[in-house]
């Protein structure tokens, strides 16, 4: 997605070989017509798909979802983070561990709010070691759905997710794939799927 | 706001007289044709006051926050919450009790993105003891804002937000007023903003 290529080149910073900050226009402030933008390119790329459902991991892939849902004309279902491990009966949930937090949490979906008959679409802002994106599949499997496939807004492309994710069958979706970052600038993949 | 509150009537669920639970459509999993509809009627009420940025906190007004953004065409924060009190000179912070989960938490937002040329409308999800509204008014004060209003989805009218709100001179609309509930059903105040 050109669009979204250009601006995190403009106003992207890098603060080191890992860690990209876009919190002035994607986290924390947010463009509001970049994000419709951004849900408007992953409903292209699902409408055939019969998608009844977005799926998201709170909080900072809940506006995507809304702009993705929006643009499908189907609900969306942000799963809520917890750090004390209750399992309930009434939620299916997964175990994450967080590599920049350094810690483990559980993410959870009411078991109202996800059947054997919905077709999922994971829509989440960065896809970089895949391990909450894979606790959402997990939780997918777990409720008998269908999972059609990840987009992630941001794809760290020198980090292990997209290679953990396809390892399972899953499609994965990136509008941004950085192939390599440093103070000198971004190096993105080009895709057929980028415009 | 009519259909919200037929919407609220039809699928929330009222489990007490104080405790509301909308999350089949407005938080946990979303309407997002409703969410859109809810940011337009913010931005309607709003419009002319040349709002340059809407605030909200983490997470269930995120979504609510993007649809008035985009309605109004400016963008949005989103305060962060964490436990930890770590207080960095980057970010303008207030305390927060939630009543709800008997437990303090501090709210957050980067100075960078609050300015004293902002004219800020914050908007969330619930209006009820209004502890985090009045918690981000505390920030929108620390970084000299002008703080044009407050816009709530769903106000419990029979808690304390509204009124300690109104005592520290900020306009209040909220979209569906509850004066009461019970399991016999939800009593609305009806309001000239409502349609």
């Known amino acids: ?47 055939e798909e019969r998608v009844t459902k977005v799926l998201t991991i709170e909080a900072s892939g809940i506006h995507f979802a809304l702009a993705t849902a929006y643009a499908l004309h189907v609900p969306f279902v942000y799963a809520k983070k917890k750090k004390a491990v209750t399992q309930s009966d009434d939620v299916y949930s997964a175990p994450v561990h967080s590599f920049t937090r350094k810690e483990d949490y559980q993410i959870s979906i009411a078991k ?17 070691t895949g391990a909450a994106l894979i606790g959402l599949k997990q939780i997918v499997a777990e409720a008998g759905a269908e999972l059609l496939g990840v987009g992630a807004v941001i794809e760290k492309s020198f980090q292990e997710g997209r290679g953990l994710l396809e390892e399972a069958g899953v499609r994965v979706v990136s509008l941004a794939r950085i192939k390599a970052m440093s103070s000198e600038g971004i190096e993105f993949i080009e895709e057929e799927t980028s415009k």
Do not use: C, E, W
Not at 8 to 18: A, F, P, Q, T
């Open 1 to 47: 997605m050109k669009i979204l290529q250009d601006r995190i080149r403009r106003d992207g910073k890098v603060l080191s070989s890992h860690i990209l900050k876009v919190d002035s226009f994607l986290n924390h402030q947010v463009d509001p017509d970049l994000t419709m933008q951004i849900g408007q390119a992953f409903a292209d790329v699902f409408r």
């Open 112 to 128: 109202s709010y996800l059947s054997s008959d919905d077709r999922i679409l994971i829509v989440d802002d960065f896809l970089a």
